[in-house]
T-cell receptor, first 114, second 112 residues
Framework: NAGVTQTPKFRVLKTGQSMTLLCAQD?????MYWYRQDPGMGLRLIHY???????AKGEVPDGYNVSRLKKQNFLLGLESAAPSQTSVYFC?????????????FGPGTRLLVL | DAKTTQPPSMDCAEGRAANLPCNHS???????VYWYRQIHSQGPQYIIH???NNETNEMASLIITEDRKSSTLILPHATLRDTAVYYC?????????????FGQGTILTVHP
């Protein structure tokens, strides 16, 4: 199993450009998440999904949109990139479980907005 | 307010046990203690979690005090590859989604 994969690994954008980050998981997980991590800080939840066709806002959703058209994929979109969105983006997935929150993370996408 | 308090950094000699403390004095009865780590530039990795009892798996042991106000993650024989940021997270199980709140964590440096 590949686990959680993210595409692309690195990207440079100019202010105002748009892009989509792709997250894919092959573990048949119900839940998927997008986090961002800024230098010296912990991860902050942007959006999440509890199943195919569903999405919800996390802690820092402004400036981002997401879609979960297929169970194995979770897309994060930036419609008009801003320098404040320069960060490392991590995707994660987990089982639907009432007793534990074991999340499996991807390798990250490094985004630089100039 | 942060749910957990961890020392910002710790050192450990290779081959020795690394004991990472975490205070969570306001933990509720339905909240679990989770430990994740993040090796430089990689995504976080789940280590272990527990509710009341001590737990052990192939990676580590988790010791939770009887009053559940603090816990210790133990890496029994630390290696250089264990150098990472370790996050102690307290979250309720059975929530509608898997919410994990990452704080600053503890930077563990394992020396040769």
């Amino acid at each position: 199993n590949a686990g959680v994969t993210q595409t692309p690994k690195f990207r440079v954008l100019k202010t105002g450009q748009s892009m989509t980050l792709l997250c894919a998981q092959d573990m048949n997980h119900e839940y998927m998440y997008w986090y961002r991590q800024d230098p010296g800080m912990g991860l902050r939840l942007i959006h999440y999904s509890v199943g195919e066709g569903t999405t919800a806002k996390g802690e820092v959703p402004d400036g981002y949109n997401v879609s979960r058209l297929k169970k194995q994929n979770f897309l994060l979109g930036l419609e008009s990139a801003a320098p404040s969105q320069t960060s490392v983006y991590f995707c994660a997935s987990s089982y639907l479980s009432p007793k534990q929150e074991t999340q499996y993370f991807g390798p990250g996408t490094r985004l630089l907005v100039l | 307010d942060a749910k957990t308090t961890q020392p910002p950094s710790m050192d450990c000699a290779e081959g020795r046990a690394a004991n990472l403390p975490c205070n969570h004095s306001t933990i509720s009865g339905n909240e679990y203690v989770y430990w994740y780590r993040q090796i430089h530039s990689q995504g976080p990795q789940y280590i272990i979690h527990g509710l009341k009892n001590n737990e052990t798996n192939e990676m580590a042991s988790l010791i939770i005090t009887e009053d559940r106000k603090s816990s210790t993650l133990i890496l029994p024989h630390a290696t250089l590859r264990d150098t990472a940021v370790y996050y102690c997270i307290v979250e309720a199980g059975g929530t509608s989604y898997g919410k994990l709140t990452f704080g600053q964590g503890t930077i563990l440096t394992v020396h040769p």
